[in-house]
C-alpha cells in the first residue's frame, strides 16, 4: 500500500503508521493505489472507475483497527481507493466533496474526561477492589448540526452513505438530527453477543436478491426505522427466542433508499471481525456499495 501525501506541511505525529488510518484532505494522508482481486460478484464497470470512499471509523466500543481490517478488504475487492479517519472533527463539506461513498462506522459519543477501558462497561469496572480510583466516565457528542447538514448535501447532491452497526446511534443527539433525516433511523440497545439470523425481506432489492438466511453471532443491534416499510431489506430475528427488553426477537437489520440525487445503506452487523466477513454478510457489504455507486 502506498501512502500518497496530500500535502507538504505536515508532522511526521500526524501519521498513523499502524494500518495507515489516514484521510484526504488539506494536511492529512490518503491511502491510495488499493488495488487486488475483485469479488466473483464484482465485473469491471466504468462506474466504478474514478470513484472514492471515505471511512469515518472507530469508537471506544468498537476497535479501529478490526473495522481498518474488515474494510479494506472489501473495498480492494471492490478495486475502489478507501480513506479512513479516526478524526471525526474534519468532517465537513469540503471534505465530503471529495468522495463518492461516505462509510459511518462508530457511534455518537465521545469521551474528553478519559475512562477506563473498552471493556468498563462489563463486570470488569464493577468489580474493582478500588472504584473510585477511576473518575466516572462520561461520554458527549460529536456530530454538529454542520456535520449533519455536510451529510445531508452530500448525500442530496449525488452521493451514497453507508452507515454501518451503531453508527445509527450518531442519530441521536441534538447535532444528529438532520443525520438522522438522511440515514433513516436511530439505535435502540442490543443484547450481548449471541448467535441470530439474518435473511432478506419480502422488498426485492439488488443488495439481497438472491441471499440466503445464514446465521451470525454478533450484537443483534435494534434500530428504530424511521421511513418507509418498503425500503427495509433486511431482518434479523434471534432463533432461539431470546428476547431484547420489550423489542422482542426480531429487530430491523437493514434499509436502503435514495434521496434526494444519492442513495442510503444501512447494515445492522459488525461488532466483530468475524461477523464482518460471513460469507453471505461480505457479499452484501459488496452489492450496497456497488448500488450505492449505481453500479448494480
Known amino acids: 500500500m502506498n501512502l500518497k501525501i496530500k500535502s507538504d506541511n505536515i508532522s511526521r505525529r500526524a501519521l498513523i503508521k499502524n494500518g495507515g488510518l489516514a484521510v484526504a484532505g ?5 491511502v491510495a493505489g488499493m488495488e487486488g482481486a475483485q469479488s ?4 469491471p464497470n ?6 472514492r470512499a471515505l471511512a469515518l471509523i472507530g469508537d471506544r466500543y468498537h476497535n479501529s ?16 481507493p478507501l480513506d479512513l479517519t479516526i478524526q471525526y472533527e474534519r468532517i465537513s463539506a469540503s471534505l465530503l466533496k471529495q468522495y463518492q461513498v461516505f462509510l459511518t462506522f462508530r457511534d455518537g459519543m465521545i469521551w474528553p474526561a478519559g475512562y477506563l477501558g473498552p471493556d468498563a462497561y462489563t463486570a470488569y469496572e464493577a468489580n474493582l477492589e478500588t472504584p473510585k480510583s477511576f473518575p466516572d466516565p462520561v461520554p458527549v457528542t460529536w456530530i454538529t448540526a454542520e456535520q449533519s447538514a455536510a451529510v445531508k448535501d452530500f448525500v442530496n447532491q449525488g452521493g451514497g452513505l453507508y452507515a454501518l452497526h451503531n453508527s445509527c ?6 447535532g444528529g438530527k438532520g443525520f438522522r433525516e438522511v440515514m433513516g433511523g436511530a439505535y435502540n440497545g442490543h443484547p450481548p453477543l449471541r448467535p441470530f439470523r439474518v435473511q432478506p425481506t419480502a422488498n426485492k432489492h439488488p443488495i439481497t436478491d438472491g441471499i440466503p438466511p ?10 428504530t426505522y424511521d421511513k418507509d416499510p418498503k425500503y427495509m431489506i433486511l431482518e434479523g430475528e434471534n432463533t432461539d427466542g431470546l428476547k431484547y427488553r420489550d423489542l422482542g426477537t426480531k429487530s430491523n437489520s437493514g ?13 445492522g452487523i459488525g461488532h466483530t471481525i468475524h461477523a464482518m466477513w460471513h460469507p453471505q454478510y461480505l457479499e452484501i457489504q459488496r452489492r450496497s456499495v456497488r448500488w450505492l455507486l449505481r453500479d448494480l
Open 214 to 223: 445464514f446465521i451470525v453471532t454478533d450484537e443483534q443491534h435494534y434500530a
Open 255 to 267: 434499509w436502503a433508499y435514495d434521496y434526494g440525487k444519492g442513495r442510503v445503506v444501512f447494515t
Open 169 to 174: 446511534d450518531i442519530s441521536n443527539s441534538e
Open 46 to 51: 466504468n462506474k466504478l472507475k474514478g470513484a
Open 26 to 30: 488539506a494536511g492529512l494522508i490518503g
Open 40 to 43: 466473483q460478484s464484482t465485473q
Open 65 to 80: 483497527d478490526y473495522i481498518r481490517v474488515s474494510l479494506q478488504r472489501l473495498f480492494k475487492e471492490l478495486d475502489i
